[in-house]
């Protein structure tokens, strides 16, 4: 490796010896350790929340709703199937104990059974959930955004009703 | 763009495997502040907040923000490659 090919395990490694020398001096004064590039992260981590508080406000006007979109593109249609369909997304933000925790929803599928559905059932979500905005789709229950059951009946109704 | 994929892009670009992907890393953070600002003053020029007062400190923030980002990129690059 060259001279400037600082690798990762090695930034990592120097922290953690900076975080365990000091952290008989940070019980002593009650102070957290301070890394470089903390305070920058704590401004972006600033400016990213007053964009998120922004953000009802904006909702409330028309003509707003593509400019949410860009500044919150969060609730798109892929992160909504994910969160429904358990996608790599829904996964990756949710530990299974988490999952565990909170158990199954009230008339949902199962994980198995959500690993099943068929590529019709899929593409009849996706288009439900195509028609919901973005802020809309944040305010509804998930169990609302699910396909409908095998039975015909279910949430594809309740969804359709809070369209307008 | 994102109004909080800087932070994310910054806190990538501190676990960075090099210093050049370091650079790369808050050269993408440098570019998402830039974008949540432009949008931040289309919402002020459009009207489309009651009291664009509000605003005006992000604004400013991100402003402060792009030029540290910026410094940081070019320190982190000319370390990197001192005949750059």
Redesign the interface.
């Known amino acids: 490796m060259s001279s400037?090919?600082?690798?990762?395990g090695m930034?990592?490694e120097r922290r953690a010896q900076r975080a365990t020398s000091n952290s008989n001096a940070n019980a002593r004064h009650g102070t957290p350790t301070r890394f470089k590039?903390d305070d920058?992260?704590e401004?972006?981590?600033?400016?990213?929340a007053?964009?998120?508080r922004?953000?009802p406000?904006?909702t409330k006007?028309p003509?707003?709703t593509s400019?949410v979109k860009?500044?919150?593109?969060?609730w798109t249609e892929s992160s909504l199937l994910d969160a429904v369909h358990g996608g790599p997304r829904a996964r990756a933000r949710q530990s299974p104990r988490a999952v565990n925790a909170v158990g199954p929803r009230e008339g949902t599928r199962s994980r198995s059974d959500r690993c099943t559905l068929g590529s019709f059932e899929r593409r009849e979500a996706h288009s439900e959930i195509r028609n919901l905005t973005p802020p809309r789709c944040a305010g509804l229950p998930l169990s609302l955004l699910l396909p409908k059951t095998a039975a015909g009946e279910g949430p594809e109704t309740k969804v359709l009703d809070a369209t307008p | 763009m994102n109004g909080y994929a800087a932070g994310a892009n910054y806190e990538e670009a501190r676990g960075a495997e090099s210093p050049a992907d370091f650079v790369h890393k808050v050269r993408i953070a440098l570019k998402e502040v830039r974008e949540t600002r432009y949008w931040l003053k289309l919402t002020v020029r459009a009207g489309l907040v009651n009291s664009p007062h509000g605003i005006a400190p992000l604004i400013d923030e991100a402003d402060q923000l792009v030029a540290i980002l910026t410094a940081s990129a070019n320190t982190a690059r000319r370390r990197a490659d001192p005949s750059a």
Request: hydrophobic content about 45%; cysteine-free.
């Open positions: 400037t090919g600082r690798t990762k930034n990592d590039g920058i992260a401004r972006l981590l600033e400016l990213a007053g964009v998120v922004l953000l406000s904006l006007q003509g707003a400019l860009q500044l919150e593109p969060e």
